[in-house]
């Protein structure tokens, strides 16, 4: 099985400061992605990475970046973090080639105070 | 844009009732279609998938068909249970990046 790992379950930041959200997976998969998930408003594509070292915008990137320096890891970066930045995230995973289904991390959930 | 749209909840229905929560979508291109469930405290996970038109996806006794014609993906179950309280998320991707358009899910609760 395709296992996902989020560093923390739940989080609580202080306005200002620098989060680090990690994604590890295990299964030597190509693409992962960095969604955002609020009440109403689904899941948001904030940014992914097709390979190491790459990174694309996704449709809410404005106050993130990542980092995908091995291939198993990629890390979410909330530079100054803000009280609306206060959500659920979750990393996914894809094979590649076209492989279509998603796998998830449990998500972790972000409290800005 | 390309999109997709199910109905909002959320759904509240008692155990064996029949179910059906409604997805339509709007795409340029011949689209790859989805049902996610996220039980709670949990990621998301592939409920089941229909790759072309007319096909029907199945799993845990859910079913959906891909209909072109009026564009939607209704997800539906003769007879719920207590354990298929999540949310149901329905997707959609054009095949080209990996990259998946979510609807913005439904929330179902079934009271036993």
């Known amino acids: 099985d395709v296992k996902v790992t989020q560093s923390s379950r739940y989080l609580v930041k202080r306005t200002g400061e620098k989060v680090f959200l990690e994604c590890v997976q295990d299964m030597d998969h190509e693409n992962m992605f960095w969604y955002r998930q609020d009440p109403g408003l689904g899941l948001r594509l904030i940014y992914f990475s097709y390979d190491v070292k790459m990174k694309e915008k996704g449709d809410i990137p404005e106050g993130y970046s990542v980092s995908r320096e091995k291939k198993e890891r990629f890390s979410l970066i909330l530079e100054s973090a803000s009280t609306n930045q206060t959500s659920m995230y979750l990393c996914?995973?894809?094979?590649?080639?076209?492989?279509?289904?998603?796998?998830f991390g449990p998500g972790t959930r972000l409290t800005v105070t | 844009g390309d999109s997709v749209t199910q109905m909002e909840g959320p759904v509240t229905l008692s155990e064996e009732a029949f179910l059906t929560i409604n997805c339509t979508y709007t795409a340029t291109g011949y689209p790859s279609l989805f049902w996610y469930v996220q039980y709670p405290g949990e990621g998301l996970q592939l409920l089941l998938k229909a790759t072309k038109a007319d096909d029907k996806g199945s799993n845990k006794g859910f079913e959906a068909t891909y209909r072109k014609e009026t564009t939607s993906f209704h997800l539906e179950k003769g007879s719920v249970q207590v354990s298929d309280s999540a949310v149901y998320f329905c997707?959609?991707?054009?095949?080209?990046?990996?990259?998946?358009?979510f609807g913005k899910g439904t929330r179902l609760h079934i009271l036993p």
């Open positions: 997707a959609l991707t054009l095949n080209r990046d990996d990259k998946i358009i």
């Open positions: 996914a995973t894809t094979p590649g080639s076209r492989s279509y289904e998603q796998y």
